[in-house]
């Protein structure tokens, strides 16, 4: 896989793992990624998705987007997960 963005990871202001756009995407990376906690990236495709499998990474990201914003969000909160989900994922 190739980075299609640059990905800065690193707690608070400070970067601790910065990968360029174009960089190729190991099993190293990854790992160094997840220690990171980033959870997504975004990679080049070669072709297009089939609507099966946008469909299940649209519906993987809402899970996650309602995970994370929890059950009940506050108002200004509702605002922001209701202008992601309607965004959707990044598919590129």
Known sequence: MVLARPVFAGPGKR?????A?????????IVQLMSQSVECVAVLRNSPLDEPVCAEITRQYE??????????????????????????????
Not at 21 to 29: F, L, R
Request: net charge negative; charged share 20%; glycine share 6%.
């Open 63 to 92: 899970a996650r987007l309602r995970e994370i914003f929890g059950p009940a969000p506050n108002e200004s909160c509702q605002v922001l997960l209701d202008a992601l989900i309607a965004d959707g994922p990044s598919l590129c």
């Open 21 to 29: 756009e174009g960089s190729t995407v190991t099993a190293d990376t």
């Open 15 to 19: 970067i601790i793992l910065h990968l």
